[in-house]
């Protein structure tokens, strides 16, 4: 069965910090994978997807950037955090009969 | 105007109660249609896709009617396991991957 893996589960990080978050995803492949964030009081925005190993979307411009070195692994990552980037960041795997699966979850403050 | 749009409550209802939830979309495009459900500081879940005819699952049923663009969520016989915040979220395509629109959320709160 198709399983997703998240972590770290929470992370506090100063303002400035670097940020590396990394999902990966068992029992399929090449899968479509996405980055979603839900700030605190807000819905769930849509901020990077990928269909393949280095091909990589952004839907909103900020200071994150994503990346895919293997077919089943996604990472988030910041060179400098900002106190705007505190949220909840979900991957997210797009699967073959309907609807999407997500992981567990990262919850970020930065302070 | 936002493409998902949801009351987002809370509903607070007794157990045993029927409560329903609506919510529209602004693009003519979406594709397919889910509920689903999200409990406190945890991922969301899927509910239930949701289909033009109407489907149930079990005290569940989702509707959708594409010309007002309107989707609705029933719950019947409330349990206070349902209390949790369900999101109503379209399905956009471009290209070879799809894009998930998500509202709000609508805050369920099922009281003894």
């Known amino acids: 069965s198709q399983t997703i893996h998240q972590w770290p589960a929470t992370l506090v990080q100063p303002v400035g910090s670097p940020l590396s978050l990394e999902c990966t995803v068992e029992g399929t492949s090449n899968p479509n994978l996405y980055w979603y964030r839900q700030a605190a009081g807000r819905g769930l925005q849509l901020l990077f997807y990928s269909v393949g190993i280095g091909q990589i979307s952004s839907e909103v411009p900020q200071n994150l950037s994503a990346s895919r070195p293997q077919d089943r692994q996604f990472i988030l990552s910041s060179k400098k955090l900002l106190l705007s980037d505190s949220g909840f960041y979900l991957c997210a795997w797009e699967g073959q009969t309907y609807g999407y699966t997500f992981g567990s979850g990262t919850r970020l403050t930065v302070v | 105007r936002k493409e998902v749009e949801q009351d987002p409550g809370p509903f607070n209802v007794p157990e045993g109660a029927t409560v329903a939830f609506n919510c529209t979309y602004s693009?003519?495009?979406?594709?397919?249609f889910f509920w689903y459900r999200q409990d406190c500081r945890k991922e969301p879940k899927l509910l239930m896709s949701v289909y033009s005819s109407g489907n149930e699952d079990g005290r569940f049923t989702a509707q959708l009617n594409r010309a007002s663009q309107y989707i609705s969520l029933l719950i019947r016989d409330s349990k206070l396991s349902d209390s949790a915040t369900y999101l109503c979220?379209?399905?956009?395509?471009?290209?070879?991957?799809?894009?998930?629109?998500f509202g709000k959320g609508t805050k369920l709160s099922v009281k003894p």
């Open positions: 979220v379209a399905l956009n395509y471009g290209g070879s991957q799809g894009n998930l629109i």
């Open positions: 693009n003519s495009a979406s594709q397919s």
